[in-house]
């Protein structure tokens, strides 16, 4: 958190009352979590988060403790009520703290939050603007995934992408992921 803005640190720590909050070694599989077990809620944070998607990850889960404060457990996890309290919650943050290309894209993806912020292929480039993804190459290059896969790169479908791996099997990978060569 310490490398936000100190109004976007205090803010988000004001928000933090009442709820056992701390950072943990890196999930492959979440950035984030939020519990509420035994009266209280519990929110991690992978500690390896840059500022932005720190901000992002820690915000989105303060946003479920809310509504499970307001709605207890009776609306769905990334509805319009986490939707909208998301957004009550990070607009404040948006004021002048981060440079202004980066606040244009924040408040644009506000507007409509994904569940999973990196989904979103602009605030994957707002947190990581080295990073190539799939979305940025051109059709037919090959690429690898993290994990060493092989795949061309062949059609666009919405925002996935028809890709062949190197075995001759089809698959359907989301444009925002990192890609490698």
């Not at 939050?113 to 190539?132: F, W």
């Not at 479908?157 to 490698?180: A, D, H, N, Q």
Request: charged share 25%; hydrophobic share 40%.
């Amino acid at each position: 958190m310490e490398s936000l803005p100190a109004p976007v640190q205090s803010a988000i720590t004001q928000c933090l009352v009442g709820i056992n909050f701390k950072t943990v070694q890196p999930r492959k599989t979440a950035l984030g979590m939020w519990r509420f077990r035994n009266g209280i809620h519990e929110i991690t944070i992978n500690n390896d988060l840059p500022g932005v998607q720190f901000m992002l990850t820690l915000v989105h889960e303060i946003a479920h403790a809310r509504v499970w404060d307001k709605y207890n457990g009776s609306v769905t996890p990334h509805g319009k009520e986490w939707k909208d309290q998301y957004r009550q919650l990070m607009l404040p943050l948006l004021q002048g703290f981060f440079e202004p290309h980066v606040e244009t894209q924040l408040k644009e993806y506000m507007k409509n939050p994904y569940a999973s912020s990196t989904r979103s292929l602009e605030i994957r480039k707002i947190v990581d603007p080295n990073n190539k993804m799939l979305e940025d190459i051109a059709v037919g290059v090959t690429f690898k995934l993290s994990d060493g896969r092989e795949f061309v790169k062949l059609r666009k479908r919405r925002v996935k992408w028809e890709c062949l791996s190197k075995e001759g099997k089809m698959y359907i990978i989301p444009g925002t992921i990192p890609v490698f060569f």
